[in-house]
T-cell receptor
């Protein structure tokens, strides 16, 4: 019940394209859904986050879409750039302090 | 303002030795979390500490693992009698207030290799 499932495991996109990463959760008590970006040799860094009272949140080229009834959420990266190449993790939390349940990660490669 | 500092960056231990991983949270942060990342897996919660208190250690193996966050000094994750399965990247994160939807600031991690 605590799982967060993330897909795809890896994604290759051309520069300027749209990258889409999907996540599904099981625990309906989750009410905080962040996305973290991780570059090789670095720790994850918060990219964008959403609460379930909204269906979409946009920050620059990054958008989270949230479907509460389906218990799914996704990250869309518009106009993908080579500098976006990184591993992306979705997560779910909000039940207690900063305890997050992470997805398995998606390795994004953006070709020039 | 320095970020979350973890050391060492890389740690090599032989089976049966002890591993000590250190984490200094961001200035002003009194809430520390440890996460473990196995190859090709996401991060798994291990333990949540406030100064001098372990709040939640539900993700930490009951044997061989311990954590502390003393009044003075860094948080320490200690692994006794390491085994090959302990090889992983260990990340520390901190936050200012320990709230449920608060941003976590992660360090660059310690890569533990057990020979």
């Amino acid at each position: 019940q605590q799982q967060v499932k993330q897909s795809p495991q890896s994604l290759i996109v051309q520069k300027g394209g749209i990258s889409i990463i999907n996540c599904a959760y099981e625990n309906t008590a989750f009410d905080y859904f962040p996305w973290y970006q991780q570059f090789p040799g670095k720790g994850p860094a918060l990219l964008i986050a959403i609460r379930p009272d909204v269906s979409e949140k946009k920050e620059g080229r990054f958008t989270i879409s949230f479907n509460k009834s389906a218990k799914q959420f996704s990250l869309h990266i518009m106009d993908s750039q080579p500098g976006d190449s990184a591993t992306y993790f979705c997560a779910a939390g909000g039940t207690s302090y900063g305890k997050l349940t992470f997805g398995q990660g998606t390795i994004l490669t953006v070709h020039p | 303002n320095a970020g979350v500092m973890q050391n060492p960056r890389h740690l090599v231990r032989r089976r049966g030795q002890e591993a000590r991983l250190r984490c200094s949270p961001m200035k002003g942060h009194s809430h520390v979390y440890w996460y473990r990342q196995l190859p090709e897996e996401g991060l798994k919660f291990m333990v949540y500490l406030q100064k001098e208190n372990i709040i939640d250690e539900s993700g930490m193996p009951k044997e061989r693992f311990s954590a502390e966050f003393p009044k003075e000094g860094p948080s320490i994750l200690r692994i006794q009698q390491v085994v090959r399965g302990d090889s992983a990247a260990y990340f520390c994160a901190s936050s200012p207030q320990g709230q449920a939807n608060e941003k976590l600031f992660f360090g660059s991690g310690t890569q533990l290799s057990v020979l």
